[in-house]
C-alpha cells in the first residue's frame, strides 16, 4: 500500500487505477461468517422450490377424483386432499420465513460491513478525489444509502436455487410420471418461460421507463413547491404550470409509444401461451386416448410442468435487478480497491513527538499547484513562502489569489504539482500524515459542526480526552464560554444538524477552541469571518494571545484584524507581490498593493458608518 501511494504522489492518477472485474465469489467471501444463515437460507430455499411441484401434483390427482364414480370414495379422497393443500400451507408459511429470515440476516450483516468498509477507505482518501462531480457529498450519500443491499447476496442465491430446484424437481417427478408427454412439455418449455417473462419484464421496464420520463416533471413541481415564497412574490403561478406542460409532452409521448408496443408483445405472448396449452392438451388426450396415459397422470403433470415454468419466468424477471446490483458491486470494489493518492497510515513516515512549525512552499523548484478536478486552472506557478516558526503571518489578497489554497497545502490536503512544501526542514511528505496533523489545527471559514452537544463538539479538537476545566479554559480564550453558559443546558446543548441550532457567530467561536488541541501550527482561515464587529473584536483580543510561541498562518479579508501579525504577505495573482508588517507595508504609499487593500476597506467601512 506504501508504495502505491507514493507511486500516486509522484504522478499516478486516479484515473490511472485499474479495477479488477467485480466477483460475486469476493462478495460472497465477505459473508462468509454467517455460514449457518447462508446455509439455513439455502435449505430453505430448495424445499420451498419443492412446494410448487407437490401442489401441482397434488391439484392434477385432486381434479382425477371427481372422474371416479363412488361418492363415498370421492368425498374420502377429496378430504386427503384438502388435508393436504393444508399441510402444504403451513409448510410454506413456515419454511418462507426461515428462507427470507436467514438471507435478509445475510443481507444486512453484508450491509453493515460493507458501508463499514467503504466509509473507512473513503475517509482515507485525499480531498481531491471528493472535489471530483462523480464523488460530490450527494453522490457518495446516494452510494452509501443503495449500493448494498440484501439482493447482493440472499435474493440472488435464493433465485439461482429457487430455479434450478424447482426445474430439476419438476421434471424428475413429470417424467417418471409421463415421459411421453413430459417430453413434449419440456420442449415447448422454453417458449413458455419467454412468453411469461416477456410479459412480466415488458410491464416492469415499461414502469421504470414510465417512472424515469415523469422525473422531469416531479422535479419542477418539488422545486416550485420548494420554492413557493419566490413563485408568489414574483407572480410566476401561469409560467410554472407552461413549463409543466411542456416538461409532460415528453412523457405523453412515450407512453403513447408504449402502449402500442405493449399491446403488440402481451398479445403474441397471450397467443404462443395459448397455442402452448393446446399442443399439450391435445397430446395428453391422444395418449389417454391410445391407452397409455391415465387423466391423473395428464393433470398431475400439465400442472406441474407449466406452473413450475411460470414460476421460473417469474424469477427471470429479478435478473434486471441482479444486473443493477452487478453495477453496486462494481462501485463498492472500485472504492475499495482504490489506493489513495495521499496515504494517510504510512508506517514509513516520519513521527514528530514534537514539531518547531518552521513552514516553507519552496525547493530546488518553486512550488506549482492545481487543484486535481480544474488542472487546467494554474493556481501556483513558481510560488515561494516562508513561515517562521513562534511567529504570526497574515495573508492578504483579493478573492481567487490563493491564500486558502496555501494552508491547503500545509495540511496536505493536496500535493504540489512541482516543488515541495517542507515542515522543520522535511517534506511534509516524510511525515506520516496523522501524526503531523496532531501538531495542526485549522479553523475554516465556514467551521463544520457534528449533530452532537457542543461538549462533545469541542472534545473533536482535542487529540486525546480532555478534562471539563481544559475545555472552560479554552472556551474562555476563544470568547465562547459566556454564550455557552447562558444556553440552558450549557456545553451539553444540542448543536443539531451541521451545527444549525447555533448561529454563525456562535459556530465560529467553538470553532475556535482548536486550541485545546495545543497546537504548533494554527490556521486560521477567516476566522472571525462570521462574528459582528464586537464579537469580533473580543475574539481578536482573544486570539492574539492563542497565537504567541506558535507558528500562525491568518488569512484574512478584514484587514483590521490583522495588523499585529508578525509578517503580512499581499498575494496577486498567485505571486506574493509584497512582505512586511503593518507599518512597513502602510509606509510604501499609494503605490503599496497592502496600501491600496486597506485604504479601500477604510472608506468602505467610513461609508456604512455614515449611511
Known sequence: ?????????????????VFSVPSFRRLLAINVPEWRQATA?????MLFCAIQPSYACAMGSMISVYFLTDHKEIKQKT????????????????????????????????????????????????IGWFDQ??????????????????????????????AFSAMAIACTLGLVIAWRLALVILATQPLLIICYYGMFALLKI??????????????????????????????????????????????????????????????????????????????????????????????????????????????????????????????????????SQIDLEDRKGHMPEKIIGHVELQDVVNVDFAYPARQDVIIFKGFSLTFESGKSTAVVGQSGSGKSTIISLIERFYSPLGGT????????????????????????????????????????????????????????AANAQD????????????????????????????????ILKNPAILLLDEATSALDSQSGKLLQGALEGVVVGRTSVVVAHRLSTIQCCDIIAVLDKGKVVEKGTHSSLMAKGPNGAYYSLFSLQSDRYATNNIS
Open 1 to 17: 500500500m506504501n508504495c502505491l501511494s507514493h507511486r500516486a504522489d509522484n504522478g499516478t492518477s486516479s484515473s490511472d487505477q
Open 41 to 45: 437460507g439455502c435449505v430453505s430455499a
Open 79 to 126: 378430504e386427503v386432499y384438502a388435508l393436504c393443500f393444508v399441510g402444504l400451507a403451513l409448510f410454506s408459511v413456515f419454511i418462507n420465513i426461515c428462507q427470507h429470515y436467514n438471507f435478509a440476516s445475510m443481507g444486512e450483516h453484508l450491509t453493515k460491513r460493507i458501508r463499514e468498509m467503504m466509509v473507512a477507505k473513503m475517509l482515507s482518501f485525499e
Open 133 to 162: 462531480d462523480e464523488n460530490t457529498t450527494g453522490v457518495v450519500c446516494s452510494r452509501l444509502a443503495n449500493v448494498v443491499s440484501r439482493s447482493l447476496v440472499g435474493d440472488r442465491m435464493g433465485l439461482l436455487i429457487n
Open 206 to 339: 415499461m414502469s421504470k421507463k414510465s417512472i424515469k420520463a415523469h422525473e422531469e416533471s416531479s422535479k419542477l413541481a418539488a422545486e416550485a413547491v420548494t420554492n413557493i415564497r419566490t413563485v408568489t412574490a414574483f407572480s410566476c403561478q401561469a409560467r410554472i404550470l407552461h413549463m409543466l406542460e411542456k416538461a409532460q409532452e415528453g412523457p405523453r409521448q412515450e407512453s403513447i409509444r408504449q402502449s402500442w408496443f405493449a399491446g403488440i408483445v402481451l398479445g403474441v405472448s397471450s397467443s404462443l401461451l395459448t397455442l402452448t396449452w393446446a399442443l399439450d392438451s391435445w397430446y395428453g388426450g391422444k395418449l389417454i386416448a391410445d391407452g397409455c396415459l391415465g387423466a391423473k397422470a395428464l393433470f398431475q403433470t400439465l400442472l406441474m410442468l407449466i406452473s413450475t415454468g411460470r414460476c421460473i419466468a417469474n424469477a427471470g424477471t429479478m435478473t434486471s435487478d441482479l444486473a443493477a446490483g452487478l453495477d453496486a458491486v462494481r462501485s463498492v470494489f472500485a472504492i475499495q480497491d482504490r489506493y
Open 421 to 476: 512544501v517542507m515542515i522543520d526542514g522535511q517534506d511534509i511528505k516524510s511525515y506520516h500524515l496523522r501524526s503531523s496533523r496532531r501538531h495542526i489545527a485549522l479553523v475554516s471559514q465556514e467551521p463544520p459542526l457534528f449533530e452532537g452537544t457542543i461538549r462533545q463538539n469541542l472534545a473533536y479538537c482535542a487529540s486525546e480526552d480532555v478534562n471539563e476545566s481544559e475545555i472552560i479554559v479554552a472556551s474562555k
Open 483 to 514: 454564550f455557552v453558559a447562558a444556553l440552558q443546558d450549557g456545553y451539553d446543548t444540542w448543536c443539531g444538524d451541521r451545527g444549525l441550532q447555533l448561529s454563525g457567530g456562535q459556530k465560529q467561536r467553538i470553532a475556535i477552541v482548536a
